[in-house]
T-cell receptor, first 110, second 118 residues
């Protein structure tokens, strides 16, 4: 059974810092991995999608990597801003199901 | 493209009543739609998988008679919470996969529906 864990559970950093969010999964037989952002009381905003054959994806200040063999993905956020404050979720796709991680609550202080 | 909508965005109801939530794919045909539930400060948990024209497949621990799912067309799925109780209060999110897409494993998520049962 696939299990997805995110570390840390919560993170508070000063504005301008570069930071790394971690996602690990137990079953490497995945189709893709996706990172989402969720603001309080809101739905999901897709940030980056990495296919199983890819190793990384980049969008603006965000970079996500995927190491299937070790069951790990990282989301790198450069030059963090207060507007980046949100909960970040990773989800792995396999057999037409998404399994979500536990999330990392990020707070960027001005 | 690949937009999914949900209606209503927020609903408050009395205990014992039924509530219907709609999930629509606006600009694509979805063979499969998924329903998730998210309790406060927790992650999303898959409730059921719905294929157009067939019965939904429910995850372990989800009561199929309480959470009725209908997927009558390629653009609409509905979730009905029957005889809702306060413990059903949650954030319900749907997603859809894109028929004919190059990667049918990608899901597109709706904005969610917040249900509060008094």
């Amino acid at each position: 059974k696939q299990e997805v864990t995110q570390i840390p559970a919560a993170l508070s950093v000063p504005e301008g810092e570069n930071l790394v969010l971690n996602c690990s999964f137990t079953d490497s037989a995945i189709y893709n991995l996706q990172w989402f952002r969720q603001d309080p009381g809101k739905g999901l905003t897709s940030l980056l999608l990495i296919q199983s054959s890819q190793r990384e994806q980049t969008s603006g200040r965000l970079n996500a990597s995927l190491d299937k063999s070790s069951g790990r993905s990282t989301l790198y956020i450069a030059a963090s801003q207060p507007g980046d404050s949100a909960t970040y979720l990773c989800a792995v796709s396999g057999t037409y199901k998404y399994i979500f991680g536990t999330g990392t609550r990020l707070k960027v202080l001005a | 493209g690949a937009v999914v909508s949900q209606h209503p965005s927020r609903v408050i109801c009395k205990s014992g009543t039924s509530v219907k939530i709609e999930c629509r794919s606006l600009d694509f045909q979805a063979t499969t739609m998924f329903w998730y539930r998210q309790f406060p400060k927790q992650s999303l948990m898959l409730m059921a998988t719905s294929n157009e024209g067939s019965k939904a497949t429910y995850e372990q621990g989800v009561e199929k008679d309480k959470f009725l799912i209908n997927h009558a067309s390629l653009t609409l799925s509905t979730l009905t919470v029957t005889s809702a109780h306060p413990e059903d209060s949650s954030f319900y999110i749907c997603s859809a996969t894109w028929l004919g897409g190059t990667n049918q494993e990608t899901q597109y998520f709706g904005p969610g529906t917040r249900l509060l049962v008094l």
